[in-house]
């Protein structure tokens, strides 16, 4: 049998990333495609032509979208990245190591999906964070919309608070717990680049990518975070920046054995806080609930939003462990029943995947991650 034809990169060029530069997922795929070496071109997902344009090639408005040289459209950062690993493996992003690829996927998700919530809290909560990044869509998103300037700034934070943070269940009582989310991630990343440059080693690998939607997009150019980031974590502070700057430079690097003894407490967090969360999610869609009660890590979230998309990561995480190898899959158990990753992540038996929202995924999506809307 003949070797299936690779594809060439140069028949994907040029490479065009719809979205907006403040944007956490578009700055997870731009610090991708910088550290893989793929040159690409970003254009503001401007309204109202081009929204129409992306949600018709892509089945959602949501960035950051991709357009291929060849015509082809692509949609969810997470898939597109597997799918451009799949095509191009070197140089490696996400580990081969099965025992590294499965935990490094694990942070991926909880990055992406439970991050975000500090992340969004911070930019939209404090009025200087609301002014800051309101003034900047209505000039990079909204220019073409005739209304005032102040108008677009107060219907934006409006629309993101109404989303993402009073709307997703945050409101007065639940800040002090979202904000200690933030400062615990600190601390725990703050021991890790200390000692090393990236998650793994020498050189970034997938976590490191996805950590930078909340911490190179949002911690780190959001006034009140940055502020606290600059005092308390100089060393993560330095490790945005490194990894923005590292496609530039020299792509080799060793990187480490097995699963950093320092990723504990991440795992920590994920066993107490987003996995629950996760089950609590499952929960809401099974009984079809589009806004949910839930106490996660002492927080009292009131009336947060369902997500479709997140029932979708939860299985995603489930294939990715059924698919290990052996040891591998007793050593992943072995980590994830230490830090109670394990009870949460089986706790359903059947998870209510809707299978055509995300089937089509890199190419189609039918799923936001939040519908600001439902
Ligand atoms: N799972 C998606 C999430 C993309 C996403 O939610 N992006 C945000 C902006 S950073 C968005 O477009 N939200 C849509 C909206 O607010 O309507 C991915 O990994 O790309």
Same mark, same amino acid.
């Given at each position: ?10 028949? +994907? ?27 690409? $071109? ?19 408005? *949501?960035?950051?979208? #991709? ?31 099965? #025992? ?5 996927? +694990? ?116 006034? =009140? ?6 005092? *308390? ?32 407490? #991440?795992?920590? $967090? ?11 999610? =499952?929960?809401?869609? =099974? ?63 059947? #998870? ?23």
């Amino acid at each position: 049998m003949e070797a299936p034809l690779k594809m060439s990169m140069d028949s +994907l060029l040029p490479v065009a990333v719809y979205g907006s530069s403040i944007s956490y997922f578009t700055g997870k795929l731009e610090n991708y495609f910088r550290i893989k070496g793929i040159p690409y $071109e970003l254009r503001s997902l401007s309204a109202p032509h081009c929204m129409n344009l992306v949600r018709q090639n892509t089945g959602s408005t *949501q960035m950051p979208a #991709l357009l291929l040289g060849d015509g082809r459209w692509m949609t969810d950062s997470t898939a597109i990245i597997q799918w451009f690993e799949a095509e191009f493996p070197e140089p490696e992003i996400i580990p081969t190591d099965p #025992l590294q690829r499965f935990f490094s996927l +694990l942070l991926e998700d909880y990055a992406d999906e439970w991050l975000w919530r500090p992340a969004m809290h911070y930019r939209w909560y404090y009025p200087e964070g609301a002014r800051y990044a309101s003034s900047h869509l209505a000039r990079e998103l909204a220019a073409d919309i005739p209304a005032p300037f102040f108008l677009k700034r107060w219907s934006i934070t409006r629309r993101q608070r109404n989303g993402y943070t009073a709307g997703d269940g945050i409101r007065r009582d639940q800040v002090p717990g979202v904000e200690a989310i933030f400062h615990r991630t600190l601390e725990q990343l703050e021991a890790i680049f200390r000692q090393r440059p990236f998650l793994l080693g020498d050189r970034p690998g997938i976590a490191d990518i996805a950590f930078s939607g909340p911490f190179y997009r949002h911690f780190a150019l959001d006034p =009140v975070p940055a502020q606290i980031m600059r005092q *308390q974590a100089p060393a993560v502070w330095e490790w945005a920046a490194r990894l923005a700057n590292h496609g530039h430079r020299e792509r080799a690097g060793a990187i480490m054995q097995g699963i950093p003894a320092d990723w504990g407490p #991440l795992l920590d $967090e994920i066993g107490g806080d987003y996995l629950p969360y996760l089950c609590a999610n =499952v929960d809401a869609v =099974v009984k079809g609930e589009k806004r949910f009660n839930a106490e996660i890590g002492g927080v009292h979230y009131r009336g947060a939003r369902w997500s479709k998309y997140r029932v979708w990561c939860l299985q995603r995480l489930r294939e990715e462990y059924s698919g290990l190898p052996e040891p591998a899959r007793e050593e992943a158990r072995a980590l994830l029943q230490q830090h109670n990753c394990w009870g949460p992540l089986w706790r359903h038996p059947r #998870l209510p995947v809707d299978e055509a929202l995300c089937a089509r995924l890199p190419f189609f999506c039918d799923a936001k991650m939040i519908d600001v809307y439902d």
